[in-house]
């Protein structure tokens, strides 16, 4: 098990700004590659950034190039994801995953998950 538990969401005007967190449980944190994704209602949850286990690669989904950036703390067992300018389209539940034994990114298979945490972009 690889408990997972997100933060940081919450309401915000667009062009503003937000700052998510994963925290991860466990001694092995180093290991997995992290993901986040969002889900939309009505949409298909999709993988919006990953970061390999050393954090030297990354993947974003093309919506939030140059505006989201994940980064993670191995030491904290912790990933992040800083996202700018945001959009109202940024509006989801936001989610963390653990990919164990892959390299992440968006044909990984993402083995555990945290709950989500809620972001609200307004017009």
């Known amino acids: 098990q690889v408990p997972l538990v997100e933060s940081g969401g919450g309401l915000v005007q667009a062009g503003g700004s937000l700052r998510l967190s994963c925290a991860a449980s466990?001694?092995?944190?180093?290991?997995?590659?992290m993901g986040w994704f969002r889900q939309a209602p009505g949409k298909e949850r999709e993988l919006v950034a990953a970061?390999?286990?050393?954090?030297?690669?990354?993947y974003y989904a093309d919506s939030v190039k140059g505006r989201f950036t994940i980064s993670r703390d191995n030491a904290k067992n912790m990933v992040y994801l800083q996202m700018n300018s945001l959009k109202p389209e940024d509006t989801a539940v936001y989610y963390c995953?653990?990919?164990?034994?892959?390299?992440?990114?968006?044909?990984?298979?993402?083995?555990?998950w945290g709950q989500g945490t809620q972001v609200t972009v307004s017009s």
């Open positions: 995953a653990a990919d164990l034994y892959g390299s992440g990114g968006p044909d990984a298979e993402y083995e555990y």
């Open positions: 466990g001694s092995t944190f180093s290991r997995y590659a």
């Open positions: 970061v390999r286990r050393s954090g030297s690669g990354t």
